[in-house]
């Protein structure tokens, strides 16, 4: 035992050396999915620890193997007034935390214990207590460094001092992303080394955080330091007058307050979002988490960072990238896979990469482009806002991408990127695209060198004539709209319908529902707005009060400005109106046939009206 402060003592000097170096800086290389797996890890570790405890046993140690081994011989010597008591108390505070989560129901529920044991005699029964403990606080001494020899308490205590460091910053991180606060890891580590120094003056073995009782503070809502202070004036009461109460303290219900303490700070939901969100990032989680559970704390952190490291080389192997060309009428380049409206430039070849170039994905950009090129093509333009940096070997695929163009007689650009990347590219022997006039500040400069003003010539002989301002806005917006919410786009419409019509119920006004303008739609918009009111027009009648006969002449009413405003602000999308107007009717037979049934009628009554209308006029 006079080993263990020389081993706190040195544990308190790694850590302090941690700080000084400012390891904690390495936190920020350990992703998300690998936190919350390691703190999956370290609590599931400890449940089971704690479990045969719950039997009447001991506490287990090691890693899985060890601890389901440890649980079996544990069972073969179950008490089973433990097990009750355990699962009684255990039951009790995940109850409480549901329905009470504020309440101190751990305290009430060791004071029960107490009493228990003093007037139900529970150690007749088997039921195991904390041994009783002397009142009074550790004197101060030096620890005796001639126990045991400096090289092997060095090594030992490296790896102890690890372990906490590990532990500690990323279960404090965890933490603190889920609860909205930030920490500075280097002073949590000083921290810890000066808590560790203490320890090693009193005798006492070295200590870190701890989950479980972070995982209580969090269910308690327990937010400054103020806590801390707490429970150390707390527990100096209790260890100068306090000591005969821990005697009494029944072992299974302590273990059924750690338990449920690690149960709310498991990450299990994590789990299942990035299964549903990412499978590799889920595999990161799985990795960490088993390789704390099997291996241990530190090889399941290095794990967790190994297969981090992989995925961001693996996605940045892979990067967003896509084809671009113009919408007409329109100056700005976009990925031609955006809308059937957006064509390539005629002859030219416009190309995004949106990643740093490297050995990993250089082939990927000279693959894409190869596949590409066509006896069409004149140009290739490469927009690289997106690279930032660039290796020798994607310098050297870039020289000879440069290179085979050439043979083809097809030009090469590389634009639109900052300009720090030209000096990469003069040292690592490149200068020449630069000095050729291969690298071109912007996608229209490099158009412009090769002869092709505005209007762009498209693809397909596209009209691309300058459109008007306010044509400009309506395309904007309707591309806006797909843009921003994909193949959701009539979803979250049908949301927000939704969302307006429990307003409806409030204000009953039924014109606002009708006029509105969700997010500033425009004309192509609305008439898709008035196509989903029509699908709820019956739910509309009950909350209204109005019959379905004025509602859908209302909704018509205002589908027929819609289409008069088209007709005077953008005839030229007069037609494409018309062309949308029989897709959506075609979607409300096959959803309301009723309610389309009723709309036809109408608009049929309307357009006769109409008729009839200028034959009196003529």
């Not at 920020?28 to 890890?41: C, D, K, L, Q």
């Not at 490297?358 to 590409?372: G, K, M, P, T, Y």
């Not at 004025?550 to 030229?572: G, S, W, Y």
């Amino acid at each position: 035992m006079r080993a263990v402060p020389v081993l706190t003592l040195f544990v308190a000097l790694w850590l302090f050396a941690f700080s000084y170096m400012k390891a904690g800086k390495l936190v920020n290389y350990i992703s998300a999915p690998v936190m919350g797996g390691f703190i999956t890890g370290i609590c599931t570790t400890i449940i089971l620890m704690q479990i045969p405890k719950l039997f009447g046993g001991s506490a287990g140690v090691g890693e899985f193997f060890e601890l389901a081994v440890h649980i079996g011989e544990s069972l073969e010597k179950l008490n089973l007034p433990s097990l009750l008591l355990g699962l009684f108390a255990l039951f009790i505070l995940l109850l409480s935390k549901k329905l009470i989560p504020k309440f101190p129901m751990a305290v009430l529920l060791m004071a029960a214990g107490a009493c228990m044991t003093k007037f139900l005699s529970l150690k007749k029964w088997g039921v195991v207590t904390l041994s009783a403990v002397d009142p009074g606080l550790m004197p101060f001494a030096l620890p005796d460094l001639s126990v045991i020899p400096v090289r092997e308490a060095v090594t030992i205590s490296l790896s102890v001092a690890i372990v906490i460091m590990a532990e500690t910053l990323l279960a404090e991180n965890s933490f603190a992303q889920k609860n909205g606060y930030r920490i500075n890891d280097n002073q949590e580590i000083f921290a810890f080394a000066m808590g560790n120094l203490i320890a090693a003056l009193t005798g006492c073995c070295p200590i870190n955080g701890s989950v479980s009782r972070t995982a209580m503070g969090e269910q308690y809502q327990a937010r400054t330091q103020l806590t801390g202070i707490v429970a150390g004036i707390s527990m100096l009461v209790l260890l100068l007058g306090g000591t005969g109460f821990i005697g009494y303290l029944p072992v299974p219900i302590l273990t059924a307050i750690v338990i449920s303490a690690l149960l709310g700070a498991t990450e299990f939901d994590l789990a299942i979002r990035l299964w549903k969100i990412s499978r590799t990032e889920c595999m990161i989680f799985v990795g960490a988490f088993i390789g704390v559970l099997f291996l241990g704390t530190i090889n399941g952190v290095l794990i967790g960072i190994l297969l981090s490291f992989a995925e961001v080389i693996i996605r940045t192997a892979k990067p967003a990238r896509c084809f671009l060309g113009i919408q007409p009428g329109h100056r700005h380049f976009r990925d031609l896979k955006e809308s059937s409206q957006i064509h390539a430039v005629s002859g030219v070849l416009i190309y995004r990469f949106s990643s740093n170039l490297f050995f990993a994905n250089i082939q990927v950009l000279r693959q894409d482009i190869e596949d590409h090129v066509t006896q069409e093509t004149k140009a290739v333009i490469l927009d690289a806002s997106g690279i930032g940096s660039i290796d020798i070997t994607a310098a050297d695929g870039l020289d000879i991408l440069c290179k085979s163009l050439q043979k083809q007689n097809i030009r090469f650009y590389i634009t639109e990127h900052i300009a720090g990347l030209n000096e990469q590219l003069r040292k690592l022997g490149l200068g020449y695209l630069i000095e050729e006039g291969h690298v071109r500040r912007t996608i229209h400069i490099a158009l412009k060198d090769m002869g092709i003003g505005r209007p762009y010539p498209l693809e397909g002989g596209v009209d691309n004539t300058e459109r008007s301002a306010s044509r400009k806005r309506a395309d904007n917006r309707v591309q806006e709209f797909v843009w921003a919410f994909g193949q959701d786009a009539e979803t979250a419409i049908e949301k927000q319908i939704e969302k307006q019509i429990e307003q409806l119920k409030e204000t009953g006004d039924v014109e606002a529902l009708l006029h509105g303008r969700w997010a500033h739609m425009e004309e192509l918009d609305e008439d898709e707005w008035l196509e989903h009111l029509e699908e709820h027009l019956k739910e509309i009648v009950n909350i209204s009060g109005k019959d379905e006969q004025t509602l859908a002449e209302k909704i018509e009413a205002h589908r027929k400005e819609v289409h008069d405003r088209i007709a005077q602000e953008h005839p030229e999308l007069a037609q494409k109106f018309r062309e949308r107007r029989h897709i959506l009717d075609a979607h409300l037979k096959e959803r309301r046939p009723e309610v389309y049934e009723l709309i036809t009628t109408l608009r049929r009554k309307r357009e006769a009206g109409d008729s009839s209308g200028d034959r009196d006029i003529q």
